[in-house]
T-cell receptor
Framework: QKEVEQNSGPLSVPEGAIASLNCTYS??????FFWYRQYSGKSPELIMF????GDKEDGRFTAQLNKASQYVSLLIRDSQPSDSATYLC????????????FGQGTELSVKP | ETGVTQSPTHLIKTRGQQVTLRCSSQ?????VSWYQQALGQGPQFIFQ???????GRGNFPPRFSGLQFPNYSSELNVNALELDDSALYLC?????????????FGSGTQLSVL
């Protein structure tokens, strides 16, 4: 079992809809959780981070964390074509310093 | 912009050659991490340097090595290049070596091995 798993997609949603991206992880000793957006040919860009159970909102983005279920998700409200990208989930485990474990990414396509 | 710069942006090498990739950290950051991202995959942790010493290593062979300099800039060296080394190499710097530290990536170096 991979340490961090995501559906590779592609996930296709119409413009204005809510996109829901999911991520599961294998280690209950996980410390912090990150969502990165990566456009084709570009480097990953940090868009959200969450450390505690519950929801965290930032503009159109909401990160949700459930440590008991080892599950983290990203919701994108009012999806725009410019949101079309690959979304990477990353997890840092306790005492791992700067090491992030990434999922393989979910490709999101927002159709006008 | 993250303040992390990498050079070169693109590089073409042949199998068996050696390559050096460079990273300039964000001002004041004392920790740098290197990642390899193959096409269609998430980034894979190569190693991290903290105050000029290797501080953690992923599942990469010894032909992947690095350096961090007193000004906290960094190099990734890869010897005896293999075709599978073709990937995007990412550098990320951070201020503290702690579990909640966020990582911001440079623009990456795209390495092609022919």
């Amino acid at each position: 079992q991979k340490e961090v798993e995501q559906n590779s997609g592609p996930l296709s949603v119409p413009e204005g809809a809510i996109a829901s991206l999911n991520c599961t992880y294998s280690d209950r000793g996980s410390q912090s959780f990150f969502w990165y957006r990566q456009y084709s040919g570009k480097s990953p860009e940090l868009i959200m981070f969450i450390y505690s159970n519950g929801d965290k909102e930032d503009g159109r983005f909401t990160a949700q964390l459930n440590k008991a279920s080892q599950y983290v998700s990203l919701l994108i409200r009012d999806s725009q074509p410019s949101d079309s990208a690959t979304y990477l989930c990353a997890v840092r485990f306790y005492n791992q310093g700067g090491k992030l474990i990434f999922g393989q990414g979910t490709e999101l396509s927002v159709k006008p | 912009e993250t303040g992390v710069t990498q050079s070169p942006t693109h590089l073409i090498k042949t199998r068996g050659q050696q390559v050096t990739l460079r990273c300039s950290s964000q001002s004041g950051h004392n920790t740098v991490s290197w990642y390899q991202q193959a096409l269609g995959q998430g980034p894979q942790f190569i190693f991290q340097y903290y105050r000029e010493e290797e501080n953690g290593r992923g599942n990469f062979p010894p032909r992947f090595s690095g350096l961090q300099f007193p000004n906290y800039s960094s190099e990734l060296n890869v010897n005896a290049l293999e075709l599978d080394d073709s990937a995007l190499y990412l550098c990320a710097s951070s201020l503290y070596r702690n579990d909640n530290e966020k990582l911001f990536f440079g623009s990456g170096t795209q390495l092609s091995v022919l």
